[in-house]
Nanobody, 125 residues
Framework: EVQLQASGGGLVQAGGSLRLSCAAS????????IGWFRQAPGKEREGISS????????AYTDSVKGRFTMYSDNPKNTFYLQMNSLKSEDTAVYYC??????????????????WGQGTLVTVSS
């Protein structure tokens, strides 16, 4: 059974940093695409970062490019989202997710079938 457990959220001041973690079980990270989505209050869920197991590349939505970095520790079966220069608009519940097709396209969120429970990030201005 595929399971994902997100952690690391919290309250941080604007300009600060946080690192989110996602512990995965039931699959190997190099067999699936992995990703991070977020949902702000009153808004739709948004894909912000992914790593494809098909071509090994990563993708970021424009609003986080240059500030967020996604990476994985495959022996630990854990992946991370390092968030720097946080802004108030980054406030959201962050979800880690996995795509068994391996593509991990943020434009096709329907393929991300496995989800963690979410961790809240609050950025105060």
């Amino acid at each position: 059974e595929v399971q994902l457990q997100a952690s690391g959220g919290g309250l941080v001041q604007a300009g600060g940093s946080l690192r989110l973690s996602c512990a995965a079980s039931g699959f190997r990270l190099d067999d699936y695409a992995i990703g991070w989505f977020r949902q702000a209050p009153g808004k739709e869920r948004e894909g912000i970062s992914s790593i494809s197991s098909r071509y090994g590349g990563s993708a970021y939505t424009d609003s986080v490019k240059g500030r967020f970095t996604m990476y994985s520790d495959n022996p630990k079966n854990t992946f991370y989202l390092q968030m720097n220069s946080l802004k108030s608009e980054d406030t959201a519940v962050y979800y880690c997710t996995a795509d068994h097709t391996g593509w991990g396209s943020l434009r096709n969120p329907e393929f991300f079938a496995s989800w963690g429970q979410g961790t809240l990030v609050t950025v105060s201005s």
